[in-house]
Structure formats: C-alpha cells, structure tokens
C-alpha cells in the first residue's frame, strides 16, 4: 500500500511540480485527502455492519467532523515527514517507465482516487 501511496505522490507531484517545486505540497495534500476518505470508508462500513443508521450518523455529525480534521492533520503532518524531499528517488525509480504502463497506471490511479468518493456517495443513500 505504501508503493501506492508513494505513486500517487509522485505522479501528482510531477503534474503540479512547476507550481510546486520539489516540496509536493499539493501531491500531500491529494494522498492525505485520499487516505483520509478510505479511512472514512472503513469506518462506516463497519458503522453499517452494526446495524447503524443516516439518523445516527447525523447525531454524531460534529464528533465525526472533528475525528476527521483531527486524522486529517495528523496524516498531513506524516505524509510530509514521510514525503519530504523523496521526489528526486522517486523520479529515478519510476521515470524510465514505458509509455504504456504509465497511462495504465494513471488510468488506475486516478479510478483509485475516485473510489474512496462513491464510497461516502453510497453512505448517502442510507435510510
């Protein structure tokens, strides 16, 4: 999971790198968003797997947004430590890459960045 995350770090920073330099600011900021929402997905699966329901889940709504920014802040804070500095590696490691696999590879990617979405969409189809 680490190798994706690490991707996805690379491929966003290479799109934004002249805005951003070698920082990535943005590209942490799109794994973080990214690992943010899986996390959410996990947790209401497993609300939803214990019988809860949308009238329980908007009782705990400011307890759930807070959880969130707190996790939020707490994975930007590692994604930079973890982050910072490593374009250059991880250009070496993935900018030989051939033609096909790259837009195989960003064409999962970004369905990777779109699922944690309709994960939180369904969510809002509950009764």
């Given amino acids: 999971m680490s190798a994706f995350f690490a991707y996805l770090y690379y491929r966003v920073c290479k799109v934004f790198f002249k805005w951003d330099g070698i920082d990535g600011n943005r590209a942490i900021w799109a794994v973080t968003t990214i690992q943010t929402l899986i996390i959410c997905d996990f947790a209401l699966v497993i609300f939803i797997f214990f019988g809860g329901s949308r009238a ?19 994975l930007m804070i590692v994604n930079g430590r973890k982050y910072d500095g490593r374009y250059d590696e991880l250009d070496s490691r993935w900018k030989d890459e051939p033609e096909n696999k790259k837009i195989f ?7 990777s960045m779109m699922l944690p979405w309709v994960g939180l969409f369904l969510i809002s189809r509950l009764k």
């Fill in 56 to 74: 329980a889940l908007f009782s705990y709504s400011k307890m759930i947004a807070v959880s969130v920014v707190v996790v939020s802040i707490i």
């Fill in 105 to 111: 590879n960003g064409f999962l990617l970004i369905l």
